[in-house]
Every structure is written in C-alpha cells, then in structure tokens.
C-alpha cells in the first residue's frame, strides 16, 4: 500500500452524526454520486464523527458511514456505505437476527473509539478508520491491515468492497464450505460461486456452494468472520502476501460477522445463533442410502429392494435419478418404466423403503406441459435485463428457470410437490441448482431476479438461487406431509441453506484421492454449519476397485448424510457388487451405522438445538496444540467417537493420533492413553474406532430399516472412567415435529469411578414416553472384579454377576434410575 493512498486526517473537530444525518441518506440503492470521486480504490479516512443508537454505532469520515451493531456479547456486526448510504437490512443466511446483548458501551480515547461488551471491544482506529477487535483482556484477535476500502463499479453500479486484515505467521484458517483443497486453509486464495463441477479436482475452487464463514486460529485462539455478501466473494489467507488475510466482494455491501471464540466450538455455535440449524431429520433419513443414474424400470427398483433384503444389509432409502420422469420434466413420470408409481411406491414403503426422487430447477419450454404453462402465465420464470426470459439447455432440452428469490414463486414451487407426496415420494433431491447450464455453465450475469424485494442482477442472487429452491422444496413438501419431518438434499447452497436441507458434495471420482478429499470436505461443511452432509460413497464417476469401495462405505458410516451414488456409465455398484468377500465387509459397516443410530440421532439433536457440529476435526478437539492445526485425517464423530479412515490402498495399518485422555478402541476394548501418536491394526474389515473413557454409548440392536420394530430394551454401552464424564442420549418419535412441544426424552448420563467402585447417575428431562421398560447395560473396562450393583440405594444384583462373550459385565435396570453404582 502506498503513502498517497492516505490523506492526512482533516483538523476539523469531531461532530456528532445526528439520526437525521443517518436516515435521510437511507434509500433504497446506494447509487454514488456520480462525477464526485475519481473511480479508483478508495480507503476510509480518519474518523470525523460519531453517533450511538442504542445498539448500533455510527462512525463517518465524513463521506462513508460504518455501523457497528453490537448483536451479542461475542457476535458484533460491521457493515460500511461507501457514500453514507446503506441498503435495506436483509439476509437470506440470517433471518430474525435476533440482538441479545446485556451490557455494551462507547468509550472515545485520544487516538480510539472503543464499542465493547462483556467479552469483546471492537477498537477503531480515529486516525485512520482501522478496525480491531480484542477480547476483554486486550489481546487483539483480528485488527485491519488497511482501512476498508471500495471502489465504484461502474458497469453495474455499486462498489467492489474490500477488507484487509493482518495475518500472524502462526494464524491458521478453516471453514469456507465444501473446498477440495487442505483443511488448513493457510497460504490459499477462494473465491465463492456455486458452480457445477462434474469430476472436480483436488484444489478445483469454486464448487458447488459459497460459504464465505472462516475460523481463523492463532496461538490456541480462535474467531470467526461471516462476511454476508452473496454477490462472488474472495478469500485471500495470506496467499498474496504472508501478512495479509483479505476477503472482498464484486458488489453489495462490506458487511462481515466478527465472532468472537476463544473456542472454534463457540466460533461454530454462534455461526449457527446466526445461520440457524437443520430441524431434527427424520430417523428414516440416517439410515443408508442406495442410489445411482438412474434405477428404472420399477423392475429394477424392486430387483434392488429385493437384494436388500435377502442379503440383509440394512437399507432405508431408494432413489429416482432423472429418467423416472418423462423427457425429464420435473413433476411428471414417465409411464413405460413407471406405469403405478403410487402402488410401487406403496410396495416399496411396506417393505421399509422411502423413495427420493430428483427434481431439477430447468422447466421445459413445451406449452403442453402444465408446470411450464403455469409457470408462463403467472410469469414467474427468469428473465433477462431486456425482458428477454432466461432460457438455456439442460436435461429436458430448452428451459426456463422459476426465480426461486421471489417468495411467491417459491409458495407456487411447493405446490408442485402435491402428488409426488400423494403418491407417497419420502424425500426430494435438488439438483443443478447452481444453477447448472449447458454449454455457458450458468446464467448470464444481466438475468433479473426479484430477491425477495430487494431486486437483483445474477450477480447478486446467484450464490442464493439453489438455496431458495430447496427452502421451497422444504416448506412445500413441510406442508403437504402434515406433521411429517420433510426430508431434503440440495448441491447448491449458500450459508443458512443447513435449515433446509441436506446436501452432498456432487460429482465426486472414483480415485483414494478423492476419498481423502472426501473426508476433509465433510469435516470442512461440519465446521460450516453444515452438518447434514454425505460424499457419493464410491465416487460418482470412474471404477472403484472393491477395496476402495469398501473403505468409503466405512467413512460414508460416519458422515451424516450416508448414500451411495453412481453416474449412469460405471459398472452397478452395490454393497455387493464387488463378491462376497467385501460384501460381507460392507454389511458389517452398515450394520454398524444401524447399531449407532441412537447415536447419530442424539449427534443431531445437539447440531440442532444447540449448533454443535456433527463432525469435529481434531483441531477443534485439541485447538492448543499446533501439530493439529495440520492433521486433516481422525476426528470425532459426535462428541464421543473419534475415527480414523484408512485412506491407503493396500493398508492393513495406520498411524494415528488420539488426543488427550483415555481411549477404548471399539473393538478390542483395549485401553489406551492418549496424547500421542500410534500405530494400530486397520485390516479391511475393521476401521479405527475408539470411544472415550467415560462414554456411555446407545446402541440399536441391527434393523433392516429403520420401522423395522420397536425396541425392547434398549443397550448402552458404559466405558469405565476413573474421572468424571458426561453423556447425552436423545430420543423421540423419530418423525414428527412433536420435538417442538417438547415431546423429547433429554438425557444426561455422569460416569465416575475408582478402583473399588462406578457410578452412573441419570438425569431425564422431556415428555416423552418410550415403550421399553428397561436398558440392557453392558459395562466395558472395569479394573476390579464387581460383586454387587446398587440402583436408587437397592441391591439389584449381587454374587456372581453376568459377563457376556466379549468380558462385559451385563445386567437389566428400569430406565428410570437415577442412581447406579457397581462395588468390587
Ligand atoms: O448433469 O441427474 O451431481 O448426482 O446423478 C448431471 C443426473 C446431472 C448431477 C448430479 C448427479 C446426478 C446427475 N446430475
């Protein structure tokens, strides 16, 4: 940056900013003043005045006005108006911001504003309009390299905007969405616009979704930064200059989220305060999941249900890929391969399967067809700057595309899904939602949208046109499935979209870097508020071989969204395909994903109410420690599960790292110190697992499906602890929205024990009543041998108690205890 970039800080006095300074440039566009400022990058001056209301604090300098709005004790929100003049306040990523703040204040020094709350102070720089932020002991977190700066778009009006932070050599970076690229995204430069990207490649950016959210680390610390701009972002992590992290955007406004930690835990809780949560899925939705381009006629489907079931790997969900339809119009079948879609979906549901189907944005230009019809009468199709409508190729040949930014076209697109949930269709799959084109990729940039009233070019509503398809995808199938949870998943998505849908990570390959790739890219949404998410197990395109199948069904175990998918000209792929050797393999892991379900469901349930994410990279267990801010490979699979992937081929082994504390490995039992690195047995068939000491794990007995039966008596699996560990275990109907009327059993489980004695103490809160009287305990690792076991101060057992084949000490307790102790 250069000297002359900077004018001196003018000698005028500070003047208060008046509310009426403040409302009478408030318009609906910030349109410059034209012919005023010569068009090249301009950076905020020194400070010239202030004004406070309430919440919010005004700072200009003298021509730009920067808010500062203080949200919550950890969340305070900047936004700048190049000439003073912002736009309306709204967001598709954060509704009903709600502003919880206790305490906040202004204080002016002789150099600072300082704005701070219980636990941040946002510092701005008087003399040149800097901003830091620092938590409420003065250690600085983030703080401007340069003064904001912008510069007019002429083309298109608006301003390139521009903010450049200071980047620390031991700074580390993470979040960002779906990006194949390391998980530290140090020394990287992104850009954010959905872009479909068929067999993509290590590095590839962009891809499908834009998540402009980024945790930054440094020296054991962590904030966050949502930059909300929906027009194409950059990130820049000391890429271009090692001391420089900068994020900017081709238009709309400077407005970013700091987020303070410490902990990349709270960082991720409060994105989603901000982004919200996925409401709880349907049970049904956390099973496996079978899909491939495409399964017709129904012969095959049934054919495919049928194996299922014989061979008896566990299977909840089957899905239709483009060619059920006829000629690929959305909403509509195509009757040589399909003839009695209700009855067949009907059959399918009676034997425990769901039935997805796909349902793409492109409508057919054909005036015999009733979705374009009505689509064209009610005009609620794309259109181009000149009035021209959108029109470009995709599947069905020549399309016109719904503007799902306008909210009464998003209402008429969830009516469209009345007979496929009347013919009982379970779920529905958003694809090419980028949106995808043929041949121009997607669409031209002059396409108008009506953005929920705010109006926009495609440059503005790009980024968000996937995510408004799906939320109309949601709230249709919401409305017509009564009190039924809808079940979505969507390739395009842009930050919020996780209160819609689920989504997978597109046109993945067939290759052991891609499964590597895999394992990051689901870590990497995980911390991006989206957790709801799932990699084709197998890769879409190109030939795994059996093992590479295999090992991707056992990390596809532990991704929440679990689904096989392959592209129409690949050999068929299922848990069978390979001979029995792997399928026996294959079955043995997707039983494991049933056995975990309660598991995985509790998982969810926290992700919901609470914004944990599902996954958690190693570094968000162990922040401190610097050798994780590299390790990309185990993490934890809710808050008790830590998981290693086998990623080579050929391996029978791996090195690992466990984090500190004691660990189980789930299937020896064998016990083992953490804090370091190992080297442990992964044959083909057994996956590292291992469970914290402490944890006390639900298990499933394995189910075909998930309705399958009712549980009897359901099984936890306590590992003994000789220190004090909480566990939580959620459950419910499993499908309904009874949840939001509390109609939930909450329970928390606190282990400890010596080396005399254990003790479990349950608490339950909810009102919810399972059918199951009792738990089926089994205790793992007790280093004395036990003689008695008292619940509520009773003997329940005593003498000689019951081991069951693998060592465990085994007995029944009513479900309702709150007190239960093992004695040696
Ligand atoms: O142009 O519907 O990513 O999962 O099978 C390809 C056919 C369109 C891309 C999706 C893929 C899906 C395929 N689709």
């Known amino acids: 940056m250069q000297e002359k970039d900077f004018k001196e800080p003018e000698d005028e006095p500070i003047k208060e900013l008046t509310a009426e300074d403040l409302e009478s440039g408030i318009q609906h566009v910030n349109n410059p003043i034209v012919g005023l400022v010569p068009i090249e990058k301009q950076y905020l001056k020194a400070i010239t005045g202030v004004h406070q209301n309430n919440n919010r604090f005004y700072f200009t300098d003298g021509s730009a006005i ?10 305070i929100r900047i936004k700048m108006a190049p000439q003073g003049v912002f736009l309306d306040e709204f967001s598709y990523a954060v509704q009903d911001l709600q502003s919880k703040v206790s305490v906040f204040s202004l204080r002016e020094d002789e150099d600072q504003y300082i704005v701070s709350t219980n636990t941040v102070k946002c510092i701005l720089y008087k003399q040149d309009f800097r901003i830091a932020f620092s938590d409420n002991s003065d250690v600085i977190t983030n703080e401007d390299f340069q003064p904001m700066h912008y510069e007019e778009n002429v083309q298109f009006g608006g301003y390139y905007i521009y903010s450049t932070k200071k980047c620390a ?58 930059f909300d701009n929906t027009y194409k972002t950059f990130f820049d992590f000391g890429q271009e200059d090692a001391e420089k992290t900068s994020f900017w955007a081709e238009g709309g406004e400077l407005q970013y989220y700091y987020i303070h930690g410490p902990h990349m835990m709270d960082v991720v809780k409060r ?22 381009w495409s399964y017709y006629p129904e012969s095959k489907l049934k054919d495919l249900a049928r194996n299922f079931r014989e061979r008896k790997i566990p299977c ?48 057919k230009v054909d005036d015999n067809y009733w979705v374009f019809k009505e689509g064209k009468e009610k005009r609620y199709f794309c259109r181009r700057s000149d009035d021209y409508f959108m029109e470009g190729h995709v599947w069905p040949g020549r399309c016109q595309f719904p503007d799902f930014t306008n909210p009464e076209v998003r209402q008429w697109w969830g009516t469209l899904f009345k007979e496929l949930v009347d013919f009982g269709v379970a779920g529905v799959w958003n694809d090419m939602n980028e949106p995808a084109v043929f041949g121009s990729g997607t669409f031209p940039l002059d396409v108008r949208h009506q953005y929920d009233g705010h109006r926009g070019s495609h440059r503005k509503a790009h980024n968000v046109y996937g995510m408004q398809m799906v939320r109309a995808t949601y709230d249709g199938l919401k409305s017509y499935q009564k009190n039924k949870r809808p079940f979505t998943i969507t390739r395009a998505g842009y930050s919020g979209v996780q209160r819609y849908s689920s ?29 709801f ?97 590299y390790r990309e490979d185990e ?61 006390v794990i639900p298990e499933y007995p394995v189910m075909q499906h998930t309705q399958e039966f009712e549980i009897e008596e359901l099984m936890f699996k306590v590992y003994y602890s000789d220190y004090e560990v909480n566990s939580f275990y959620y459950e419910d109907h499993g499908d309904t929205f009874a949840y939001e009327q509390d109609i939930y059993l909450e329970k928390k489980f606190v282990v400890n024990g010596d080396a005399q004695q254990m003790t479990i103490l349950q608490d339950i809160a909810g009102l919810y009543t399972p059918r199951y009287e009792n738990y089926d305990m089994k205790i793992i690792g007790l280093p004395f041998k036990p003689s008695k076991i008292i619940v509520d101060n009773k003997v329940l057992q005593q003498g000689d108690l019951v081991y069951d084949e693998l060592n ?16 040696g």
């Open 635 to 695: 993490f934890l699979f809710g808050d008790k599960v830590l998981v290693c992937p086998v990623l080579e081929e050929g391996a029978t082994s791996r090195r690992l790292y466990l984090p500190e504390g004691t660990w189980y490995n789930y299937w020896t039992h064998e016990v083992l110190a953490g804090g370091k690195e190992f080297m442990v047995d992964a044959p083909l068939d057994a996956l590292p697992i291992f469970v914290k000491a402490g944890s």
């Open 503 to 531: 989504v997978w990570t597109g046109d993945n390959v067939a290759t052991w870097e891609h499964l590597k790739l895999a394992n990051v890219q689901i870590q990497r949404l995980s911390i991006s508020g989206i957790s």
């Open 271 to 292: 994105y989603h305060f901000l982004t919200g949560t996925h409401q709880l899925p349907p049970l049904w939705a956390l099973g496996y999941h079978q899909c491939r």
């Open 533 to 629: 998410a799932g990699t084709d197990i197998g890769g879409f395109s190109g030939e795994p071989s059996a093992e590479l199948f295999s090992r991707w069904i056992q990390l596809g175990v532990f991704a929440p969204f679990m689904r096989a998918h392959s592209a129409g000209d690949t050999a068929e792929r299922e848990p069978w395909s390979f001979g029995p050797e792997y399928e026996a393999i294959n079955k043995k892991f997707i039983e494991l994903r049933y056995k975990l379900l309660p598991y995985i469901y509790s998982a969810f349930w926290e992700n919901h109410k609470y914004g944990f994410p599902i996954v958690r990279p190693l570094i968000m267990v162990e922040q401190n420690k610097i050798s994780n801010q």
């Open 66 to 75: 920067v808010e500062v709005f203080v949200v919550t004790d950890e969340i």
């Open 316 to 363: 909840d969900a089957l899905y239709l890929d483009i060619d059920y339809m006829d000629g690929y119009r959305c909403f509509t079948w195509n009757k040589k391969y399909f003839p009695n879609p209700k009855k067949m979906i009907k059959e399918l549901s009676d034997d425990g399967f769901k039935t997805v189907v796909i349902i793409d944005p492109g409508i």
């Open 808 to 823: 465990r000490l085994r007995f029944t307790v009513n479900k309702n205890f709150k007190s239960l102790q093992v004695l």
């Open 169 to 226: 050599d031991t700074e580390g970076f993470y979040g960002l969405g779906d990006k194949p690229t390391d998980f530290n995204l140090r020394g990287k430069r992104l850009e954010n616009w959905n872009t479909d990207t068929y067999s993509f490649a290590r590095h590839q950016d962009p891809l499908y979704r834009s998540i402009p959210f980024y945790i930054s680390l440094n020296q054991g610390q962590a904030h966050g930064v949502f």
